[in-house]
């Protein structure tokens, strides 16, 4: 499979029935192998072994309703109270990253209401913060995860 910009995983990948599968450790079960879960499995490593995000605090393929249609977020970071905090919508990585991918990221996030919206093909990727003006600011980086503070 294509090399990414991403950091390098250590990942279980097997041959099942001519099709090749990756074990998805959060969903704990192995999925087809297609060029945009290769770039979802990446980036779900960089969340937990780069960011430090937990791995209780991501969700893979979450759904959602919009405009009466079924849509799925590719991973949702939620917090420690459950709210939702980054979208990451993954692409493959045989296509750039788009105008395009940033409306159907922003139209999935006028649902789910994250403070984060992430964008990657595994090559390129770029992070927007929602603003106070219901707009978008791209940051240089993800934030990282920040455990609550001791009182």
């Known amino acids: 499979m294509q090399s990414l910009s991403l950091p390098q995983i250590d990942c279980n990948i097997r ?24 770039v979802r499995q990446h980036m779900i490593h960089y969340l937990i072994y780069e960011l430090n995000y937990p791995k209780s605090h ?21 917090d420690r109270e459950g709210e939702n905090r980054i979208l990451v919508e993954c692409k493959t990585f045989k296509k750039g990253i788009n105008q395009s991918a940033l409306n159907q990221a922003t139209v999935y996030n006028k649902e789910i209401m994250a403070k984060y919206i992430v ?17 978008y600011k791209f940051l240089e980086a993800i934030p990282t995860y920040k455990p609550k503070e001791p009182r």
């Open 119 to 135: 964008l990657t093909n595994g090559i390129n990727l770029y992070c927007c913060e929602l603003t106070d003006k219901k707009g």
């Open 15 to 38: 041959k099942t029935n001519g099709k090749v599968e990756i074990f998805d450790i959060i969903r704990k079960k192995y999925i087809i192998l297609q060029p945009e879960e290769w």
């Open 58 to 78: 991501l969700k893979i393929e979450t759904g959602l309703r919009y405009n009466n249609l079924q849509k799925r977020s590719d991973i949702l970071v939620v």
